[in-house]
T-cell receptor
Framework: DAKTTQPPSMDCAEGRAANLPCNHSTISGNEYVYWYRQIHSQGPQYIIHGLKNNETNEMASLIITEDRKSSTLILPHATLRDTAVYYCAIIQGAQKLVFGQGTRLTINP | ETGVTQSPTHLIKTRGQQVTLRCSSQSGHNTVSWYQQALGQGPQFIFQYYREEENGRGNFPPRFSGLQFPNYSSELNVNALELDDSALYLC????????????FGPGTRLTVT
């Protein structure tokens, strides 16, 4: 299985950009990178996904390196409500999402 | 648009018992995937159902089984419960075709004593 590696925890000041890294060095050419976040053991909330190009939506931006071995999720103006566990995942075979251990992001006032 | 729903929210069972968890997919979605999330871990893929057939399975024993119904809702059944089965069970729905976005329900918290 393609594996994702994330730092266990990060802190960010409210109003600043939060940059969450993820390594996925064994990713295959047709596998998408997904980001989810999870608050208080609720169901994971979809944030964004990408294949090769950088992506942006109303929640975040996703930067994928040219060799696709790593990516960074950017929350441009973090708020206290962005405190959560953020998961980077790879989807394999159109079926299963393979999640890493996640990064616990704490936004400080 | 109705999101993914799961029932029950919480459940307590005794070791050796059987349990059935239920999931209703998001409207317009025909594929359902189930995940197990132990405390402090990322979700682990159990299996996926499409057109009422199992369409891929993770590293879980046969006592984990499922069903999908014509309305795309799904059940997860676990027989002979073990203490390690205590976890948050998540259902996710999606459509076929890339990029295979999966949307998760709120989960069912199962405690086995």
């Amino acid at each position: 299985d393609a594996k994702t590696t994330q730092p266990p925890s990060m802190d960010c000041a409210e109003g600043r950009a939060a940059n969450l890294p993820c390594n996925h060095s064994t990713i295959s050419g047709n596998e998408y990178v997904y980001w989810y976040r999870q608050i208080h053991s609720q169901g994971p909330q979809y944030i964004i996904h990408g294949l090769k190009n950088n992506e942006t939506n109303e929640m975040a931006s996703l930067i994928i390196t040219e060799d696709r071995k790593s990516s960074t999720l950017i929350l441009p103006h973090a708020t206290l409500r962005d405190t959560a566990v953020y998961y980077c995942a790879i989807i394999q075979g159109a079926q299963k999402l393979v999640f890493g251990q996640g990064t616990r992001l704490t936004i400080n006032p | 648009e109705t999101g993914v729903t799961q029932s029950p929210t919480h459940l307590i069972k005794t070791r050796g018992q059987q349990v059935t968890l239920r999931c209703s997919s998001q409207s317009g979605h025909n594929t359902v995937s189930w995940y197990q999330q132990a405390l402090g871990q990322g979700p682990q893929f159990i299996f996926q159902y499409y057109r009422e057939e199992e369409n891929g399975r993770g590293n879980f024993p046969p006592r984990f089984s499922g069903l999908q119904f014509p309305n795309y809702s799904s059940e997860l059944n676990v027989n002979a419960l073990e203490l390690d089965d205590s976890a948050l069970y998540l259902c996710a729905s999606s459509t076929t075709g890339a990029p295979y976005e999966q949307y998760f329900g709120p989960g069912t918290r199962l405690t086995v004593t």
